[in-house]
């Protein structure tokens, strides 16, 4: 499944929750950020969030100076991208 089909879904998921719209943009784009991360690591992403890769993502977000508190806003997303 591609990067955008997987943000669509997870779309169309939020909205079934009643998410706002901002948090929907905002959930979105955090997601669609790590799947572009984990592909420019060259991993085919399967829909199965692992340890691993939130932990690479952690630590390249550190090395590229992410605020924590804004580092911590984009995991959460990955864990609702998760309940998905």
């Not at 790590?34 to 829909?47: A, Q």
């Not at 340890?51 to 804004?70: C, D, G, M, P, V």
């Amino acid at each position: 499944m591609q990067i955008e089909t997987f943000v669509k879904d997870f779309e169309e998921f939020l909205i079934k929750e009643g998410k706002m719209q901002k948090t929907i943009i905002s959930y979105t784009g955090d997601v669609k950020m790590f799947l572009e991360f984990l592909n420019s690591k060259g991993v085919t992403f399967d829909g199965n969030l692992t340890r691993f890769y939130i932990t690479a993502y952690k630590e390249h977000l550190i090395k590229e100076n992410y605020t924590i508190s804004t580092i911590n806003k984009k995991i959460n997303s990955l864990h609702s991208f998760n309940q998905y």
